[in-house]
């Protein structure tokens, strides 16, 4: 994958993030979850190496549910939900929808060392945006084995470990999801993750 966060800095060499696959409670998983996060994993872990956290923040409306893990099928079923459909009247529901609620919105990241932070950006909406953030996040919550119904709590905690076994890289994540109703249909999401990447023995 590209960078996430931004440009490579200047005085770093040009370098590949992310893994080609994660093994994570006995599985292999090489899909784009996967790939993003350890690919932003490792772009702070090298470009700030005194950081120890990250917060990403995002507003949206839909709730996180198991459909999300496999969007693929969740297209498929929309598309079979449009056949027969006057596709006239849907592109113009759709384009009267997206004009009063406007394109997705960005996601907030906030780069820590021990609470202080060492930077704050919005990422760029061409990587990731907050209509694609639950596909991931709720990816992070199944790989920490969090059953599905608290996914939508207030606030949700868990921790998981991931092999990079292609690189030698181990990931370990401690992650608290913070979910708070903004207002009616409107979600902030807050998701602390503490981490490091360490080298297998």
């Known amino acids: 994958m590209g960078r ?16 080609l696959g994660l093994h994570i409670n006995g599985q ?17 872990h090298e470009d ?19 459909a999300q893990l496999h969007p693929a099928n ?14 006239t009247q849907v592109l113009k529901d759709a384009v009267s929808e997206l004009e009063l609620i406007g394109p997705p919105g960005p996601i907030r990241i906030r780069i820590l060392n021990n609470g202080r932070e060492l930077i704050a950006k919005n990422l760029s909406t061409d990587c990731v945006d907050a209509e694609i953030f639950p596909f991931l996040a709720t990816w992070l919550l199944e ?11 207030a606030s949700v905690e868990s921790q ?4 990079d076994w292609g690189r030698g890289f181990v990931y370990t994540i401690d992650m608290r999801l913070a979910t708070e109703h903004v207002s009616e249909g409107l979600l902030s999401r807050t998701l602390q993750i503490t981490f490091e990447r360490t080298k297998a023995h």
């Open 28 to 44: 292999l998983y090489t899909n784009s979850a996967a790939q993003f996060w350890s690919n932003l994993l490792d772009e702070i």
């Open 74 to 87: 969740s297209l498929q079923d929309e598309l079979k939900a449009l056949a027969g459909m006057d596709i």
């Open 4 to 19: 996430i966060i931004g440009d490579n800095p200047p005085d770093l060499p040009e370098r590949k993030y992310g893994a």
């Open 48 to 66: 700030f190496d005194s950081c120890n956290s990250v917060e990403l923040i995002a507003m949206g409306s839909s709730t996180l549910t198991r």
């Open 160 to 163: 998981l470990k991931a092999d």
């Open 143 to 153: 790989w920490g084995q969090v059953p599905d119904f608290y996914w939508n709590n």
